[in-house]
């Protein structure tokens, strides 16, 4: 349910134009709005009021609460929007620093599993789709909306008409 006109705080109105001026993704957008009512409830107070120390302090929370790195993260780039753009106090923000994000070594399947991984495929279609996405590094709906003339065997290339970016647009009806 998206609030009545009448019940958005003029902070957040600009800020919901900010992001829109800059056509940033609607996920984007309250991820956005999302850390910083995280803020603002932190500080039981408007958070345009926010000093360098109460940022700290914030951060400093989200590491006590188990909050992951990746979330922390999130947070801090919704917040450095908010202070740079839609306050214009970029040095209070500047002091926050993203967190590490540990690196995980992917899984490499041997020859071996991968074959048997592609066998175990109930029919011919379900392990040639498997074979391009394992050889190809593309993602389901992306290996789905192939079609044959997005392959170039003479230059050994796929062509991608709708790859994560386009994921908003209409996707084609199957063959």
Request: no cysteine; proline share 4%; aromatic share 4%.
């Given at each position: 349910m998206t609030p009545s006109p009448?019940?958005?705080?003029?902070?957040?109105?600009?800020?919901t134009e900010d992001m829109r001026m800059r056509k940033?993704?609607?996920k984007t957008r309250a991820a956005y709005l999302r850390a910083v009512k995280k803020l603002a409830d932190f500080l039981k107070r408007s958070p345009d009021t926010a000093t360098v120390e109460d940022l700290r302090r914030f951060q400093l929370y989200?590491?006590?609460?188990?909050?992951?790195?990746?979330?922390?993260?999130?947070?801090?780039?919704?917040?450095?929007?908010?202070?740079?753009i839609t306050?214009?106090?970029?040095?209070?923000?500047?002091?926050?620093?993203?967190?590490?994000?540990p690196q995980k070594m992917p899984v490499?399947?041997?020859?071996?599993?991968?074959?048997?991984?592609?066998?175990?495929?109930?029919?011919l279609k379900s392990q040639t789709a498997l074979s391009v996405a394992y050889a190809t590094g593309l993602r389901v709906s992306e290996v789905v909306l192939l079609k044959v003339s997005d392959i170039d065997s003479k230059r050994m290339t796929l062509r991608v008409e709708q790859g994560k970016a386009a994921r908003t647009a209409t996707p084609r009806a199957p063959p």
């Open positions: 009448e019940a958005i705080s003029p902070l957040r109105q600009r800020m940033l993704e609607l989200l590491v006590n609460q188990g909050t992951s790195p990746i979330t922390i993260n999130a947070t801090i780039v919704g917040l450095k929007f908010f202070f740079d306050l214009g106090r970029s040095e209070l923000i500047s002091k926050v620093q993203t967190v590490r994000v490499v399947l041997s020859r071996d599993e991968v074959t048997r991984l592609i066998a175990a495929a109930p029919n």
